[in-house]
C-alpha cells in the first residue's frame, strides 16, 4: 500500500542509521519516524505561522522557527 506522506523516507533512514555505530534499520521504524516528524515539523510550522500573523507580517522569520521549536520542547 501507498504511504501518504509528504516527506521522503531516505533522509529519515539516514538519520536513524547514524544514530549509533552499526545500526540496522527497519522500514517499519523509518515509516514511523517520518510519520512523527511530520507531525511535530506541523506543528512547529503552524506555530511559526501564528507568531508572524501576531506580528502583522506575511513572512515567516527563522526567529519564529526557533521560537516555535523552544515552544514545543517545553
Given at each position: ?8 523516507l531516505a533522509p ?63
Amino acid at each position: 500500500m501507498k504511504r501518504k506522506t509528504k516527506l521522503p523516507l531516505a533522509p529519515f533512514e539516514r538519520v536513524l542509521k547514524e544514530s549509533g555505530p552499526n545500526i540496522r534499520v527497519s522500514k517499519e521504524s523509518v515509516e514511523a519516524f517520518t510519520d512523527v516528524m511530520e507531525e511535530i515539523s506541523g506543528e512547529i510550522a503552524r506555530d511559526s505561522f501564528d507568531l508572524a500573523r501576531h506580528a502583522e507580517r506575511k513572512t515567516i522569520k527563522a526567529s519564529d522557527v526557533k521560537i516555535s521549536w523552544k515552544r514545543f520542547r517545553k
